[in-house]
Structure formats: structure tokens, C-alpha cells
């Protein structure tokens, strides 16, 4: 979120066909809910495509970043990583030591595809489980964000929009930001 230290979400891991809709959420996940930038591997093209569609629609700021590197993130990162696993600590254990971690330093967030690289456990500052049972990145990502954020993520002011969605009760309703509904 503006004028926090930075929040990077990492995807590890994509598997071209299978991954693609998870992929894809994976980062309109990251981009909704309060992070500043979202870090995809290099095969994900579709993802890439789409969030930056999204972005250049509804908003930002939001950086979506295509990337080959993966544990040499881990390894270069200068600030706190978390790593969400279902083996991990409960994310309710865990929340407030992040949330302080953050206050003072950039956080990135790991969420997995296929197996995961035993470095992502090793790198992690916390292993954080949304419950200890098996779900999904997406998911898991949304309930760590919105408890890392407490909520404000929810708020957040979109800037250099082409177009917002009015809030309502029944049907659908977006309007162009210069002010005309369609
Ligand atoms: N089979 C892979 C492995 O164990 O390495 C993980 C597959 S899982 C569907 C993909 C990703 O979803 C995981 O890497 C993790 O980031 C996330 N995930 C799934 N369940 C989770 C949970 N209960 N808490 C936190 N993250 C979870």
C-alpha cells in the first residue's frame, strides 16, 4: 500500500496450461488486495497479459513483473519473506509479528504451484499455513493480505483508472473516470 515499505507477492512455479487461471489470480489477488507488485515466472505470459489489462483499466499503482529467477529472489531480498504453506504456522500465530516486521521493511510473499523448493521453507522468515489444510495460493493469499493489511486493503484509492465500478445493491454499473456511466 502508498507510503508503507513494499509488499511483493512471488508466484513459484507455473505450469502453462494448468496454472493459467491460478496464475492469473494469483495476481489480480495480489493487485486487489494491497500488494505493490507481483513477481510471475516467465512462462506465465497470459498472467502477465491480463493483470496488466486489469491495471491499466481499474487502476493502480500496481507493478506486475515477469520473471526467470526464483530461489536467488529469496536469497536477494532485502526485507522479510513469508512463505505460505499448509505445513506452516497458523497465519492468526503468526500475523502480528509480520504486520510489525512490515512496519519497518519491504515484505515478500511466496505462494507455490507444483512442488515447492525446500529453499522457499529455508528462506522464509515464516512459514505461515492458512489452516493446515490443503486449499489453494489464491486463497491462501487473500486471507494473508487482508490480515496483513487488517482490512485497509479494502479502502484503497485506485489511481489512473480508465473506468471504476459503482458499488450496488442489484445489477452492474461502470463508469468511465471522466465521469460519463455506461
Ligand atoms: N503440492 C505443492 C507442495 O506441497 O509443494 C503445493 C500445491 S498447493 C495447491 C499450491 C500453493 O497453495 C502452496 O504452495 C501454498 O502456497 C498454497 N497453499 C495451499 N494450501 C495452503 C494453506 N493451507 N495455507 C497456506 N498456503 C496454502
Redesign the pocket.
Known amino acids: 500500500m502508498q507510503g508503507e515499505p513494499e509488499v511483493a507477492v512471488l508466484r513459484?512455479g507455473h505450469r502453462p496450461g494448468r496454472d493459467d487461471r491460478m496464475t492469473t489470480h494469483v495476481a489480480l489477488t495480489a493487485r486487489a488486495l494491497g500488494a505493490d507488485r507481483v513477481l510471475l515466472p516467465e512462462n506465465a505470459t497470459d498472467a502477465v497479459e491480463t493483470a496488466s489489462d486489469v491495471t491499466g483499466r481499474f487502476g493502480g499503482p500496481f507493478a506486475v513483473e515477469s520473471t526467470g529467477r526464483t530461489v536467488s529472489i529469496l536469497e536477494e531480498w532485502e526485507g522479510s519473506i513469508a512463505?505460505?504453506?499448509?505445513?506452516?504456522e497458523p497465519?492468526q500465530t503468526v500475523e502480528e509479528e509480520v504486520r510489525a516486521a512490515h512496519r519497518e521493511e519491504p515484505l515478500l510473499v511466496?505462494?507455490?504451484?507444483?512442488?515447492?523448493p525446500w529453499d522457499a521453507y529455508e528462506h522464509a522468515d515464516w512459514n505461515?499455513?492458512?489452516?493446515?489444510?490443503?486449499?489453494?495460493?489464491v486463497?491462501?493469499?487473500g486471507v494473508?493480505l487482508d490480515r496483513l493489511f487488517e482490512g485497509r486493503a479494502l479502502d484503497r484509492e485506485w489511481k489512473g483508472a480508465e473506468r471504476a465500478v459503482v458499488p450496488k445493491a442489484e445489477g452492474k454499473l461502470v463508469e468511465e473516470v471522466d465521469g460519463d456511466g455506461e
Open positions: 513459484l512463505h505460505l504453506t499448509m505445513y506452516g497465519v511466496v505462494v507455490g504451484a507444483e512442488k515447492v505461515v499455513g492458512v489452516t493446515n489444510q490443503p486449499h489453494s495460493e486463497a491462501a493469499l494473508f
